[in-house]
């Protein structure tokens, strides 16, 4: 079992800069690829970033290469997610998810554990 927490969202203004940070508790969480999610109002939730355990593979969504950088620290059991340049779009609620994902990082039903969500809103 595996105990997810977000932390780091808050209100940024477009082009502005956010880390979010996903802490892990229980079971090792070097076992686990991580994934980054979102839901902005109104719509689904869908994949931002990925990474592999060891950390040596990353993975985006389009909209998001070049301006969010995903990262581990397995010492700290911790994965976070750098968003630089942030869009009024990029606005909406963004979930850490654990799972042992094969190869489709982007599917939510690869992930086993969720954390509650951190908020982020981008004002233009």
């Known amino acids: 079992q595996v105990q997810l927490v977000e932390s780091g969202g808050g209100l940024v203004q477009a082009g502005g800069s956010l880390r979010l940070s996903c802490a892990a508790s229980g079971r090792t969480s070097s076992s686990y690829a991580v994934g980054w999610f979102r839901r902005a109002p109104g719509k689904e939730r869908r994949f931002v970033a990925g990474i592999t355990r060891s950390g040596a593979r990353t993975y985006y969504t389009e909209s998001v290469k070049g301006r969010f950088t995903i990262s581990r620290d397995n010492a700290k059991n911790t994965v976070y997610l750098q968003m630089n340049s942030l869009k009024p779009e990029d606005t909406a609620v963004y979930y850490c998810?654990?799972?042992?994902?094969?190869?489709?990082?982007?599917?939510?039903?690869?992930?086993?554990?969720w954390g509650q969500g951190t908020q982020v809103t981008v004002s233009s």
């Open positions: 998810a654990a799972g042992y994902v094969s190869t489709a990082y982007a599917s939510s039903d690869e992930y086993d554990y």
